[in-house]
T-cell receptor, first 113, second 114 residues
């Protein structure tokens, strides 16, 4: 079955540094992959979508890469700020032509001032 | 735009009781998703609808769970009878019919079954 793995350990970094989060998937080839942010007590919020034919996508301080050979996506936050502290969820599209997303458990990021 | 609206925000009930969760998707969105989130299992898709029709309910745990979408602006998720292992946060999300597959989530309903 499809499996999504994200950094299980919480990530603690210093303000101003770059945070890098990893998402690995196995047993299938998603057509696209999304990253969401989730704050405590709230629903996930969409950040970025990258398609299988794109290697990299940027939005302000965020950058996502998608390596279909390694079956991996990396999510970078440059010049990190304490406000970036949250849980980040990776969600590749499910197999087949449908709207299902397969969700990782998320990586908790803490940016220390 | 009010976003996805869910009610109630919190629900505490006793084992065996019926629980009904409600969702109003964003106007114009024709996909609606119900998820359950726990620490151990993360976000699990229970069921999703397109144009009010259930497309995939393979994630519904068992017959105790049922979902309906009587019109484009309202959906319910019902658990009958509820059990303590159903305790979780239940999210509703909606998305547009166009090529971008972004899902917009509601604030969730935190369910505790005693």
């Amino acid at each position: 079955s499809q499996k999504i793995e994200q950094n299980s350990e919480a990530l603690n970094i210093q303000e101003g540094k770059t945070a890098t989060l990893t998402c690995n998937y196995t047993n299938y080839s998603p057509a696209y992959l999304q990253w969401y942010r989730q704050d405590p007590g709230r629903g996930p919020v969409f950040l970025l979508l990258i398609r299988e034919n794109e290697k990299e996508k940027r939005k302000e301080r965020l950058k996502v890469t998608f390596d279909t050979t390694l079956k991996q996506s990396l999510f970078h936050i440059t010049a990190s700020q304490p406000a970036d502290s949250a849980t980040y969820l990776c969600a590749p599209s499910g197999p087949g032509n449908n709207r299902k997303l397969i969700w990782g458990l998320g990586t908790s990021l803490a940016v220390n001032p | 735009d009010a976003g996805v609206i869910q009610s109630p925000r919190h629900e505490v009930t006793e084992m065996g009781q019926e629980v009904t969760l409600r969702c109003k998707p964003i106007s114009g969105h024709d996909y609606l998703f119900w998820y359950r989130q726990t620490m151990m299992r993360g976000l699990e898709l229970l069921i999703y609808f397109n144009n009010n029709v259930p497309i995939d309910d393979s994630g519904m745990p068992e017959d105790r769970f049922s979902a309906k979408m009587p019109n484009a602006s309202f959906s319910t998720l019902k658990i009958q009878p509820s059990e303590p292992r159903d305790s979780a946060v239940y999210f509703c999300a909606s998305s547009l019919p166009r090529s971008q597959e972004t899902q917009y989530f509601g604030p969730g309903t935190r369910l505790l079954v005693l």
